[in-house]
């Protein structure tokens, strides 16, 4: 009777794992790197707010009415409009010790393309066929809601719109940037527990 045992390699922690990918370097690594990074505090902790001078993130705008300037005249339009771009937002972050990054964001602004599908002239249902613009352009929000502006090459006018933006970071931890200098906004409590690689 033979048996085999199967040894089990126990996997690093996502937050670890964050931190690396943005340049943290652990307490205890220090000697085997040629420089800590200036960038983050010496030691991180769970449950305790930090800042940085941004949060990034990429973006997926969506937008559902617009406006055309043209002309010295502008003309609403109705249209589903979906692209993709890159948002800069202020706020402050935790790390929770189930391993998870807890934004709290403030005001946005981002740059960001995308491809609108518009109504038929005097139809009330969409023409998902046809492509009514391409879109670039920037935009400034806060929470959920945005306000779009820029220039449509199609349609080669001015646009400004009201719509929404799934923020990538909150599908998927991994899309979070701190930009700048991390710091801690009060001192940690003391029973806070620092965060290891492991």
Not at 102 to 111: A, D, E, H, K, Q
Not at 165 to 184: C, E, F, H, M, N
């Amino acid at each position: 009777m033979a048996s085999a045992a199967i040894g089990q390699t126990e996997e690093k922690s996502p937050t670890g794992k964050f931190l690396r990918k943005r340049g943290y370097t652990f307490p205890g690594e220090a000697k085997s790197h040629k420089k800590r990074s200036d960038r983050w505090p010496d030691t991180l902790y769970y449950n305790t707010r930090y800042r940085a001078r941004f949060l990034g993130s990429p973006t997926i705008p969506i937008s559902f009415t617009r406006a055309e300037f043209k002309n010295s005249q502008y003309q609403l339009s109705p249209d589903i409009s979906l692209g993709y771009g890159y948002t800069w937002f202020f706020g402050y972050f935790t790390f929770s010790e189930d391993d998870k990054v807890i934004v709290n964001p403030t005001l946005f602004i981002g740059l960001i393309a995308d491809i609108g599908i518009q109504n038929k002239l005097g139809n009330y249902s969409f023409n998902l066929t046809k492509p009514a613009g391409f879109f670039t352009g920037g935009f400034v929000g806060s929470q959920a809601f945005s306000l779009f502006a820029g220039f449509d090459w199609v349609a080669k006018s001015l646009t400004a719109g009201i719509g929404s933006r799934i923020d990538v970071y909150t599908l998927s931890q991994k899309a979070l940037r701190p930009i700048g200098k991390v710091k801690s906004m009060r001192r940690h409590k003391k029973f806070a527990i620092p965060i290891s690689d492991d």
